[in-house]
Each structure stands twice: as structure tokens, then as C-alpha cells.
T-cell receptor, first 113, second 116 residues
């Protein structure tokens, strides 16, 4: 059974600081996704990582994937208040014969001025 | 263009009643997925379709849950004889393809189901 673990689950940080969210998963997969969810809203796709060593950047967010270590990171540079949200990583289940996603529990990020 | 839409947005029902939740995917998207999200948790996979074919239903909790996508577009998730534990946000997602670079899943706004 595929398991996806994120840490930290809660993070409070100040504007201007850098931080990294970690996503570990338990079985072989080469497809990993990052989503953002604002309170009461749906999930917004941020990054799609499809191969070992993939790195993608959008604004102050950068995501990377190491399939050998079964690890993805979401790095926040010089955080701003607008980035406050819950961030989910999700891994595709295709190794288990399905193409649904298994999500982590999410990282609830609060960025204080 | 329009995103994934779901209806109703809110559904309150009494225990034992059947409910049908509808999902209209992004036009042209081959794959359609159903998830359930409890408060404070990540979405949990239920089932998915490529075109009209249900590819995997391993995530459906029990036989009270079923889904269909008869014409390869709109999908309906049906819960029979609802129970209080079925209360959750039900989310639908669609993707252009199920694998590769076009596998990015776009989520709808969800249907909040409350079973009294």
C-alpha cells in the first residue's frame, strides 16, 4: 500500500524567510504532484514532476523530485503572506495498477507579516 | 475555458436516502477521477474512468458506492442508503490523459454531503 508522508504538518513562518516542505512516499513512482488549497476552496495544481531529478519553479516556489530517495521537496523563498495555504503532495498509484493519486495529509502554512 | 464543475455544491440528506453527485469534466479530458476529502485531510481516491470505462474502483469504501460515466463525459457518483459516516466533501477531477505529461489532474469545487 502506497503511503505518502509530509512534514511538517503545520508551519508558521515570517515573511522574508526561506523554508522547505518534505514529501516522502513508500513505493516506486515517478509521478509526483503538488497542490495548493486555500480555506474552503478547491485544490489548485502547482507542479507536476515526472522524472527523477525534475525541478520546477514558479515565483517563490520550487519543487524537486528524487525518485531514488522517494522524496520530493517544496522550497519557499522569501515567503510572503499570500503564500499562506495548505500544500499537498500527491503520488500516482500506477505502480499498484491504478492512476488515482494518494495524497499526503497536507502542510498547513501560515506566513506572518 | 470552463473548469471542472460539480453539482449540487451542497447536499443535506437523511440517513438511509440515496444521493447522486454529478461531475462535468473539462471538455476533451479523457480521464475522470472521484475523491473524498475529510476536513483537515488530503483527498482520498475512490475511482476513475478513461472515457466511459471504469478503470479502477478499488477505493470505493463498500458496495453502497457506485459510479458511472456512460457517454465518456459527465459522471455520476451514487451513494445508496447513506450513513452519517458518508458525510464529507466529494471532489471530482479530470485530466487530459491518465499518464505522462498530460496527467495533471484539475479539481472541481466539490459537493459537500451532510448525512443527518
Amino acid at each position: 500500500e502506497l503511503k505518502v508522508e509530509q512534514n511538517p504538518l503545520f508551519l508558521s513562518m515570517q515573511e522574508g524567510k526561506n523554508y522547505t516542505i518534505y514529501c516522502n512516499y513508500s513505493t516506486t513512482s515517478d509521478r509526483l504532484y503538488w497542490y495548493r488549497q486555500d480555506p474552503g476552496k478547491s485544490l489548485e495544481s502547482l507542479f507536476v514532476l515526472l522524472s527523477n531529478g525534475a525541478v520546477k519553479q514558479e515565483g517563490r516556489l520550487m519543487a524537486s523530485l528524487d525518485t531514488k530517495a522517494r522524496l520530493s521537496t517544496l522550497h519557499i523563498t522569501a515567503a510572503v503572506h499570500d503564500l499562506s495555504a495548505t500544500y499537498f503532495c500527491a503520488v500516482d498509484n500506477s505502480g499498484g495498477g491504478a492512476d488515482g493519486l494518494t495524497f499526503g495529509k497536507g502542510t498547513h502554512l501560515i506566513i506572518q507579516p | 475555458g470552463a473548469g471542472v464543475s460539480q453539482s449540487p455544491r451542497y447536499k443535506v440528506t437523511k440517513r438511509g436516502q440515496d444521493v447522486a453527485l454529478r461531475c462535468d469534466p473539462i471538455s476533451g479530458h479523457v480521464s475522470l477521477y472521484w475523491y473524498r476529502q475529510a476536513l483537515g485531510q488530503g483527498p482520498e481516491f475512490l475511482t476513475y474512468f478513461n472515457y466511459e470505462a471504469q478503470q479502477d474502483k478499488s477505493g470505493l469504501p463498500n458496495d453502497r458506492f457506485s459510479a458511472e460515466r456512460p457517454e465518456g463525459s459527465i459522471s455520476t457518483l451514487t451513494i445508496q442508503r447513506t450513513e452519517q459516516r458518508d458525510s464529507a466533501m466529494y471532489r471530482c477531477a479530470s485530466s487530459l490523459r491518465s499518464q505522462g505529461a498530460r496527467s495533471e489532474q484539475f479539481f472541481g469545487p466539490g459537493t459537500r454531503l451532510t448525512v443527518l
